[in-house]
């Protein structure tokens, strides 16, 4: 590949068409406002409404005396504790049922930060941004504080009615349902199973909003044993994904992405990359990073894995017929291609399909057993527990529950008054029953519709634990007396069971009893389990997994789906990474988090491919009605390159009842917009337009029809602004114009490691001497290109560590989101064949920066070790530094944002100022982690090691992606970094020598003429 790169790097659609409308983005609040204002408005009204009354109040505060504050020393030192020094806890994550490590930052008895336990054997280290932002949710203020059932509201007096409620219904044969999520708990389960083997018909029923039952029942098919296996993609060499969203959001995405990037390790004497294919109708995350890619309609995706399947079975002298196939939606060729491949790496290959057709997983099944992957990447001797999903039990509570002849109903961790498209029934009929039990922690659509209200403890408050995979089981452990009249769930079971224990007593017996006959160490039970309260994890012995052996035969091809009659889309509902299945629609942080692929906030919305789009003759932002049957949704459109011309794609988790406590997030302001929509929810709830049915219950709906209704919606996204452009008339070495993201493919970079770069450029000369001389250390980062899937929890990493306020859905419309450090997306190619770079951009920390120039007070200096600092108390907000930015980097705080929720404050971390209204902030490597190291190192007597310090964005990577240090330390991993043939800088040419350095995107492709183009114009990226 020519070092001169032809590629054209653009940010949306309006950008690759010239269409963007400059104009629009450079109006000013005021301009737009006066267009708005309602009546007459003088200077003096207008003044006041904008907020100059507070800054006058401010000032006169300033004359008074500071409230005191004092500080309070333990009475009783507890031992081991030091008074602002902070101590971690092992523990599990419970965000989702992946059942993360994670080690919990506590300071002076509050949690404060989250990370992942770099010693977890099945996470390593990775947290997700869900995890990242789940600590938010201890410090709700509204979460239920305490019981709840009708006029009683102590934990006394609930139980007392409940009991008496269940005791009837013991010796009956009324149904007794406990609806959860999968549970990855040991403990929780036997008290679930304990507790409903007390009536005579007890029930569990277990359903995962985003349902992967098909896989379950494959197995069950193919294999005699409905069991979900542990897929192992540290040991596959060739991955097939259909449909599957494993980077993002599929099942177990931190495990995954470990294991995924084990095997695409370029530096050093032998590189070796992974070959991944990506088959899907939308763009997910996991697609945007694939080697290859192609867009498929969700009809068409069991014809393509019989197609595959087939060529295997030939390739593999098996047997599998796809006679019934007439057509795929791959090229023949391109199937063959594929086939070889998967043949060649048989036992290190991998095919996984999101699908909920049993019969395009039973294929898949067929095809991984004709590969040898059964007991190599597919593993079924250390089965998951992440997914139990059963939607035939499912839908047999629902069908059961709405017949009226359910005895008593507890639901646990899911919400199917919203979950399901029958939610609203749902709502009625727990209603009508004189038992309907609740453990919600906040209210949601199924417990206000419940008589009892029992909210559970937050997961940081409470013990437990998890083996969402077999073999390695897991302590959570509380960091924190409740903070409300909450009660762990394991404790009313055995409260209501008539023997009332607390949550350590119960996790303790069941560790004796159960998992430390499993250990293999021959140690007493207290040692084992001490040694597994600090270490927050063991290893066990499992029970063999007996008759889960293919069955010839059991798999065949799949029978054509029917594409909607001229017109018709196909509806298909996807989970974000940052809402998910809508659980965490609650928390600020995920909200303002911008999608990786769209870069939208605070929103769901109709995502049309660049074709669709033009046909319909819409554009982003424009109002549509979307029609499946007898439902109707009406969303704004989102122009989405790399989908397939007949999908309509909208994003799960929106429009939930939790979601109107954001009525008045943000500044409220003359010019203000609400973060919520007219009925005064985040974004729209898209049940209705579901498949219906429930069992093997699909994201997919065929049959669908789309038209442009009155009115336009603009979407808040962060990637219309923060253009990165080089300068039209800067001089190039050799005429070469560079574009801030560099790639090549693996054969150019084999052949030659400087693949992709562009000519070094060389500095004829200075036009001032190098002031600054780094005698100590001299920090920098890297980012490798090729590792980072873009999936943003170093975003939430950075927003929780460092305090950084939430704006709300308009302050970023309005280009002021407050994010320190931000992913930028980059498409290239044209039309809907794109190729996606994603590239993390934070402060640089350039050595000549442009910024510290311009200060008219020295607010933002240069320090010693090569760090850009920002004086918070000098910063008089002139905002000279952020127009001089070249990375644009800068935040400048508009407002004093909301710090009126006392315990929402507990989450804030103490070493890190609270910024107020006026000043510029920004990434700073996170200073006060190199300062706690540096002081650490001289407390023992020791030299600072490499890799003694981690930024937040660098500690939460599960790719590893990230890695900072010393370039002083010439043995240090940032110093060989710096020096590898991959390594380039952004805007290296206009000599401002930025600290971070980034490592060329390399692709496993055997060559890059696809997209390539001519270069007419400056480029942005």
């Not at 947290?127 to 504080?145: N, T």
């Not at 359903?207 to 069950?220: F, G, M, Q, R, V």
């Not at 177990?252 to 004497?269: K, M, N, V, W």
């Not at 979950?419 to 009625?428: M, R, S, V, Y």
Request: with cysteine; net charge neutral; charged share 20%.
């Amino acid at each position: 590949m020519s070092n001169d790169s032809s590629k054209r790097y653009w940010m949306s659609p309006q950008e690759l068409e010239g269409t963007t409308d400059r104009t629009a983005e450079s109006r000013s609040d005021v301009a737009e406002w006066m267009e708005q204002a309602p009546g007459n408005v003088n200077r003096r009204s207008f003044l006041k409404a904008a907020g100059f009354t507070f800054a006058a109040a401010t000032a006169a505060a300033g004359c008074k005396r500071m409230p005191v504050k004092k500080a309070i020393p333990y009475l009783n030192q507890p031992e081991g504790r030091i008074a602002g020094r902070a101590i971690h806890y092992a523990s599990v994550c419970d965000g989702c049922e992946a059942g993360c490590g994670i080690l919990v930052r506590n300071r002076d008895g509050r949690p404060i930060k989250l990370e992942g336990n770099a010693e977890h054997p099945v996470t390593q280290g990775g947290l997700c941004a869900i995890g990242q932002a789940s600590i938010l949710g201890l410090y709700d203020s509204h979460r239920y504080q305490g019981p709840k059932a009708g006029d009683s509201s102590t934990w006394a007096e609930v139980d007392k009615a409940l009991m008496a409620s269940l005791a009837p219904l013991r010796e009956g044969s009324a149904p007794v349902y406990f609806v959860t999520s999968s549970v990855n708990s040991p403990v929780k389960q036997a008290s679930i199973d304990a507790f409903l083997a007390s009536f005579s018909n007890g029930q569990h029923v277990v359903y995962d909003p985003i349902s992967s039952s098909a896989i379950l029942d494959a197995h069950e098919q193919t294999h005699g044993r409905r069991i979900f296996p542990r897929y192992r993609f540290d040991k596959a060499e060739v991955v097939v994904s259909l449909d599957a969203d494993f980077l993002g959001t599929w099942i177990s995405p931190i495990e995954y992405t470990a294991g995924y990037q084990s095997l695409r390790q370029l530096d050093g004497e032998t590189p070796r990359q992974s070959y991944h294919v990506q088959v899907e109708s939308r763009m997910s995350l996991t697609g945007t990073n694939a080697d290859k890619r192609y867009r498929v309609a969700p009809e068409d995706l069991g014809q393509t894995v019989t197609l595959l399947a087939a060529a295997v079975a030939r390739k593999t002298h098996t047997t599998f017929s796809a006679s019934a196939v007439e057509h795929s939606a791959l090229p023949a060729e391109d199937i063959e291609a594929l086939a070889e491949r998967l043949v060649a790496a048989k036992g290190h290959s991998l095919v996984v399909s999101g699908s909920q057709d049993v019969a395009v997983q039973k294929v898949c099944n067929f095809i991984n057993d004709a590969l040898g992957n059964y007991g190599a990447t597919v593993d079924l001797t250390h089965p998951s527990s992440q997914r139990q999903g059963n939607d035939a039990k499912l839908a047999t509570f629902v069908s059961t529950l709405l017949a009226g002849k359910a005895g008593a109903v507890f639901v646990a961790g899911v919400n199917p008054a919203y979950d399901l498209p029958e939610g609203k029934k749902i709502a009625e009929a727990l209603a009508g029953l004189k038992v309907s039990v609740s453990f919600a922690e906040r209210p949601d659509e199924t417990s206000e519709a419940c008589k009892f209200n029992c909210p559970d403890s937050h997961y940081l408050e409470s013990w437990g634990d998890a083996e969402a995979v077999a073999g390695v089981v897991s302590i959570r452990q509380p960091v924190i007396r409740p903070i409300f009249k909450t009660r762990p769930l394991l404790e009313s079971l055995a409260a209501w069971m008539g023997t009332p224990l607390d949550g350590r007593s119960i996790v303790m017996a069941h560790w004796e009893s159960t998992v430390h006959p499993r250990s293999n160490g021959g140690v007493a039970f207290r040692k084992f389990w001490d040694t597994t309260l600090r270490a927050g994890f063991a290893t066990v012995n499992i029970a063999s997994v007996e008759g889960a052996v293919y069955q010839k035969g059991s798999a065949s091809a799949v029978v054509a789906k029917a594409h909607g009659e001229g017109d018709a889309f196909t509806v298909v509902a996807y989970p974000k990474v940052g809402i998910s299945d809508g659980r965490h629609a609650y928390n600020p942080w995920l909200q303002e988090l911008p999608d990786p692929v769209s870069k939208a906030t605070w929103d769901n919305y109709a995502c049309l491919s660049v074709a669709a789009a033009a046909s319909l003759k819409v554009s982003e932002g424009d109002m549509v009605k979307v029609d499946v049957d007898a439902a109707t949704i009406e969303l704004p459109v989102y122009v989405q390159p790399g989908q397939h011309d007949k999908v309509i794609a909208i994003a799960l988790g929106y429009g939930q009842k939790i979601s109107e406590r954001f009525s008045g997030v943000g500044p409220q302001w003359i010019s203000s917009k609400p973060s919520v929509g007219e009925d005064g929810l985040v974004g729209k709830d898209i049940a209705a337009l579901q498949e219906t049915g429930l069992v093997n219950r699909s994201l997919q709906r065929s049959g669908a029809t789309i038209v442009r209704s009155r009115g336009k919606s603009p979407l808040a996204c962060t990637q219309t602004y923060h253009r990165i452009t080089t300068p039209e008339n800067l001089p190039f070495s050799g005429n070469i114009r560079r574009n801030n993201v560099q790639e090549t493919t693996l054969a150019a970079y084999k052949n030659d490691p400087t693949a992709g770069r562009p000519d070094v450029h060389h500095f004829e000369g200075e036009l001032y001497k190098d002031d600054h001389e780094y005698k100590g250390h001299h920090w920098g980062m890297a980012v490798d290109l090729s590792a980072c899937t873009g999936c943003s929890a170093c975003t939430i990493a950075c927003h929780a560590e460092n305090n950084v306020p939430v704006g709300g859905k308009d302050e970023v419309r309005r280009r002021r989101d407050m994010h320190w450090m931000r992913i930028d997306r980059y498409y290239s190619g044209p039309g809907d064949e794109v190729d996606v770079v994603h590239q993390p951009m934070m402060c640089q920390h350039c050595d000549h920066a442009s910024c510290e120039n311009v200060c008219p007070v020295l607010a933002t200096v240069h320090t010693d070790e090569g760090l850009n600092a920002q004086v918070y108390n000098r910063c008089v907000g002139t905002r000279y530094c952020a127009n001089n930015c070249a990375y644009k980097v800068r935040r400048f705080n508009w407002f004093n944002y909301r710090h009126d929720d006392q315990l929402e404050n507990m989450v804030l971390n103490p070493d890190v100022t609270v910024r107020t209204r006026g000043i510029m902030e920004k990434c700073s490597f996170c200073v006060q982690r190199i300062n706690e190291a540096k002081n650490e190192a001289k407390r023992k007597g020791v030299k600072l090691a490499d890799g003694d310090i981690k930024p937040a964005c660098q500690q939460t990577c599960a790719a590893n992606a990230i890695v900072f240090g010393d370039m002083n330390d010439p043995e240090s991993e940032i110093s060989k970094l710096m020096n590898s043939p991959r390594h380039f800088k952004v805007l290296e040419e206009i000599n401002v020598r930025p600290s971070v350095a980034y490592m060329t995107l390399v692709r496993n492709r055997a060559d890059d003429a696809q997209h390539e183009g001519t270069q007419e114009e400056p480029h942005h990226g």
